[in-house]
């Protein structure tokens, strides 16, 4: 059974920083490109940044230089650094994992910018 559990949300003021993680069971996670999307109320799902298996990464122009993601092959775990966030990062941050016609999502994890 294929699991992607994200952790680390929560609330932020402006400016803060957080590190989600994304802890994958059930597939052969070296084989696997991963990434972080994100949806807020009322929006589609938007892709935020990507990492190959290969370790290539690619980001959304709203967050380049602000989110870094990584990934430990050894763990099986994807992480995405948030620094100086905004209130328009402000949404549910889904894990997804994709392998030719495979795709598997997490169930998202909850963050907010505010003051």
């Known amino acids: 059974q294929v699991q992607l559990v994200e952790s680390g949300g929560g609330l932020v003021q402006p400016g803060g920083s957080l590190r989600l993680s994304c802890a994958a069971s059930?597939?052969?996670?070296?084989?696997?490109?991963m990434g972080w999307y994100r949806q807020a109320p009322g929006n589609q799902r938007d892709v935020v940044a990507t990492?190959?298996?290969?370790?290539?990464?690619n980001y959304a122009d709203s967050v380049k230089g602000r989110f870094t993601i990584s990934r430990d092959n050894v763990k099986n775990t994807v992480y995405l650094q948030m620094n100086n966030l905004k209130p328009e990062d402000t949404a549910i941050y889904y894990c997804?994992?994709?392998?030719?016609?495979?795709?598997?999502w997490g169930r998202g994890t909850q963050v907010t910018v505010s003051s």
């Open positions: 990492i190959t298996r290969g370790g290539s990464t």
């Open positions: 997804n994992a994709n392998f030719r016609e495979l795709w598997y």
């Open positions: 059930g597939i052969t996670f070296g084989v696997f490109s």
